[in-house]
């Protein structure tokens, strides 16, 4: 294992293991690796971290994702092979109970002829080129078999117990995706749900996703009757396989390959095409694919590769099928896409392009676009109106990313497009709540808008949701301005209350100190690290459903993160008293934990330090931590990020009374620190309502004064 992953067991910083390495001389040697990337073996290790106190037992999950970092193979190889592993355990337990009762040297000897009868009967003739590399070939076949390590697979069927085979192989393909951020694009949950739902009202349908990534768009869709999937990357489409054929009981059929130059699925017609395409790229086949038979909307620019993929989806579709696809708003208005857009509208396969608020997707910083199209039904009229939805007023002041309000964006998208969908584009009545403007067209002010498409077919073509949805007045109103007023007034003056007044000292305090660390191992503080989240939580969830999350701390809100789906296990729940600690960014923030955020799951880049009441009073403990000297020492520096080693933080040795003395002191700056904050917030608010009020005439430049 490497210095992160003893860093991962330790809930601490590879800063902290480095420091062990040279300050312990009997530290684990390095068994393999290079000098700047040394690995370790795990039980050297583990047995090193228990004896120091540090580590009490590693859990299974680790183990199985150790085991798999390990192995001899890739670590993509290794997880496929134990996907396919927990595929018979899914598919056929009696099988995999026989295996199990047999020894090791027998069980590595049938298991392989067991994994291809189960692998042929899910994925057919694709199994031979998916599963080349992952899977040991039958002895039936004569060929080298590759080795099958009985003990990593009889724990990952051990974790697969606890989890179920889905949810085990679900977090060890995160594990595995987290350690390759930068070389794969991945399409978050959120808007993965949301192009589902459009494109797949019903049950039973047939489902081509042809750049599959890790196949987060066909697993969002619900009770499928086929799932085709394709990407470039061969271990990508393996895994993408399994994870399909895990998740469902659909017939799964993945293939490796470029899409766009080598289509696996020539003669496939589906019932719905989701697609998350790369983005600008150049070297797309343009020159080779110049008389391709997909080009029926115009042969795309070699700057537009996703107009390739919008008509390579449509051309996957039977008729009146629909396709999704993520797609950069620049692609809304490039000049040089104008002909191919003109076209879809003219034809009436463009049905609808939505605007997704920044941070629904990589890249983060844009705000990405839905296009939804229909493929024409030969006799039928074309439809003569397209839909917008602009979604940045419903994102609201929770937008960014880890912070989208998902299910307001997908109740208001549906609710935009369901009733246009199933008027067909023609006399579309938008929404229940729309209004009609005066050109006919339907809007529901600030989120969206039917526009017939012969408005559209103009020099430009732009179909940019903002360009044509039509925005409410801004303004909140004079009579809830003056309400933030006199509220921003109020906590001024509570400001002034609060204001501290520092006494000096003679002399700095000539007190012994001791680190966190230390009280840990004797007893005065437990320390628990945070684990991951998926999305902001529902605004009816109560703190026992929600995540603590590093914003959260920083700002002093409540708790707003949802659990990941399919968590393996208990998350550390926070109480009263407790002390949270962001240990990336360098900053010195802490939160003591109240009533009001009791219960919630600590999440990630968060440590709990829960003191025993009979010898630290956590106002105290939190008070100390927050000194700039003490973080400073207590940080190492990356290239791209600093890190807080929660166990090097100093405090001083004062009896429970004198700790008392500090912690009310540390208490009242807290909440002189929360009205300073309330503050900031409703000058902001006051101050952007103004000037809004003033522009859209909802206040009058008279009434300042008053």
Same mark, same amino acid.
């Given at each position: ?10 809930? =601490? ?20 690796? +290079? ?28 183990? =199985? ?52 009868? =189960? ?67 991945? +399409? ?65 059929? *993945? ?43 115009? /042969? ?62 990589? !890249? ?23 839909? /917008? ?18 299910? *307001? ?41 039917? #526009?017939? #498409? ?84 529902? !605004? ?12 959260? =701390? ?63 009073? !956590? ?88």
């Amino acid at each position: 294992m490497t210095a992160a992953g003893i860093a991962r067991l330790a809930g =601490v910083g590879r800063a902290a293991v480095s420091n062990w390495r040279r300050r312990h001389a009997d530290f684990p040697k390095p068994v393999g690796g +290079t000098e700047t990337s040394p690995s370790f073996a795990l039980a050297e290790v583990e047995r090193w971290l228990r004896d120091q106190g540090k580590l009490v037992e590693v859990p299974l999950r680790e183990r =199985v994702w150790q085991q798999l970092a390990d192995d001899p193979s890739t670590t993509a190889t290794a997880l496929a092979r134990t996907g396919c592993v927990l595929l018979l355990v899914r598919e056929r337990p009696a099988v995999w109970q026989e295996l199990a009762a047999l020894p090791d040297p027998q069980l590595a000897e049938l298991l392989p002829t067991a994994l291809e009868q =189960v692998l042929g009967a899910r994925f057919g003739e694709d199994r031979t080129e998916l599963f080349r590399a992952a899977l040991p070939p039958a002895a039936s076949t004569g060929t080298a078999a590759v080795p099958v390590n009985p003990a990593a697979v009889r724990a990952a069927v051990e974790l697969a117990a606890g989890l179920g085979p889905e949810q085990a192989f679900e977090f060890l393909l995160g594990r595995f995706l987290d350690t390759n951020l930068r070389q794969y694009t991945l +399409t978050p949950e959120g808007p993965a749900a949301l192009m589902a739902a459009i494109a797949v009202p019903g049950e039973g349908a047939t489902v081509l996703d042809p750049a599959a990534g890790a196949g987060a768009l066909p697993r969002a869709v619900e009770r499928p009757a086929a799932l085709y999937a394709q990407d470039a990357d061969p271990d990508l489409a393996a895994l993408t396989a399994l994870r399909l054929a895990l998740h469902s009981d659909a017939a799964v059929r *993945a293939r490796s390959g470029d899409t766009l130059r080598a289509d696996a699925f020539p003669d496939l017609a589906v019932d719905a095409v989701l697609c998350h395409p790369p983005f600008n790229e150049r070297n797309w086949g343009h020159d080779e694919l110049a008389y391709d038979a997909r080009w029926e909307y115009g /042969f795309p620019a070699r700057t537009e590769s996703e107009l390739a993929w919008v008509q390579h989806a449509l051309a996957r579709l039977r008729p009146g099928g629909t396709a999704i696809l993520l797609m950069p708003p620049a692609a809304a208005s490039r000049r040089s896409g104008r002909r191919i857009r003109a076209g879809l509208l003219r034809r009436g396969a463009l049905r609808a392009v939505v605007s997704l608020p920044a941070g629904a997707a990589p !890249p983060y910083g844009i705000p990405l676009h839905l296009w939804v199209l229909r493929k024409p039904e030969p006799g039928r009229a074309p439809a003569s109106e397209l839909l /917008f939805v602009d979604t940045a007023e419903v994102a609201g002041a929770a937008g960014g990313r880890d912070r989208l309000d998902w299910q *307001a964006v997908h109740t208001a998208v549906l609710d935009a497009w369901r009733p246009f969908n199933s008027a067909d584009g023609e006399d579309s009545t938008g929404s229940a709540d729309s209004t009609a403007n005066t050109d006919g067209s339907q809007a529901q002010a600030g989120i969206s808008r039917s #526009v017939p #498409v012969i408005e559209l077919l103009d020099d430009d073509v732009d179909l940019a949701p903002a360009r044509h949805v039509p925005h409410p007045a801004t303004g909140a109103g004079a009579d809830e301005l003056l309400k933030v007023r006199d509220r921003l007034a109020d906590t001024l003056l509570l400001t002034r209350e609060l204001t501290p007044a520092p006494t000096t000292a003679a002399q700095p305090a000539p007190w012994s100190a001791t680190t966190v660390g230390e009280l840990a191992r004797a007893g005065a503080l437990l320390i628990r690290a945070g684990a991951s989240l998926a999305g902001p939580a529902a !605004p009816d969830h109560s703190p026992r459903t929600a995540v603590l999350t590093e914003h959260d =701390v920083i700002t002093g809100g409540p708790p707003s993160g949802a659990p990941a789906d399919g968590q393996d296990d208990e998350p550390v729940r926070v109480e009263t008293g407790d002390v949270v600690v962001p240990v990336l960014g360098g900053g010195s923030v802490v939160r003591v934990v109240d009533e009001s955020a009791a219960g919630a799951a600590l999440g990630r880049n968060l440590h709990l330090l829960r003191p025993d009441p009979a010898a630290l009073d !956590p106002w105290f403990l939190a008070g100390f931590l927050r000194g700039t000297a003490n973080t400073r020492q207590a940080s190492s520096y990356a290239s791209t990020a600093t890190r807080l080693d929660v166990r090097r933080l100093q405090l001083p040795r004062l009896p429970l009374a004198d700790q008392r003395r500090y912690g009310e002191r540390f208490r009242a700056l807290a909440a002189f620190e929360d009205a300073l904050r309330l503050a900031g917030r409703l000058g902001e608010q006051l101050v952007q309502g103004l000037f809004d009020g003033l522009t859209d005439g909802t206040v009058r430049p008279d009434q300042q004064g008053e």
